[in-house]
């Protein structure tokens, strides 16, 4: 089964670090573009991050850059998300997709973040 789980996710206070990982398993990364995006119910899909597993390449909104840092570990199909200097208004939920080459896209169940003030 072609899957992907986030974890990572939790209630820390501002100012505060969280790390996110998402994992595939029954594929790997090689084929695919991992990109992390948050959003509440409701509410529009806020891209964080995009990085490419097979040349390394990056985006990452010139608002979250500084503070969010997005990197990958091929030989264990994870890709994480360093969160730091953490505000209230990051609270969300967070997902990965694997956007594979052939139009597949494997979706995470998504981990909440919470920043208390």
């Known amino acids: 089964e072609v899957q992907l789980v986030e974890s990572g996710g939790g209630l820390v206070q501002a100012g505060e670090s969280l790390r996110l990982s998402c994992a595939s398993s029954g594929f790997s990364f090689d084929d695919s573009a991992i990109v992390w995006f948050r959003q509440a119910p409701g509410k529009e899909r806020e891209p964080i991050s995009c990085i490419s597993s097979s040349d390394g390449g990056l985006y990452s909104p010139d608002s979250l850059k500084g503070r969010f840092t997005i990197s990958s570990d091929n030989a264990e199909n994870t890709v994480y998300l360093q969160m730091n200097s953490l505000k209230p208004e990051d609270t969300d939920v967070y997902y990965c997709?694997?956007?594979?080459?052939?139009?597949?896209?494997?979706r995470g169940q998504g981990t909440q973040v919470t920043v208390s003030s």
């Open positions: 997709n694997a956007d594979r080459i052939g139009g597949e896209v494997v």
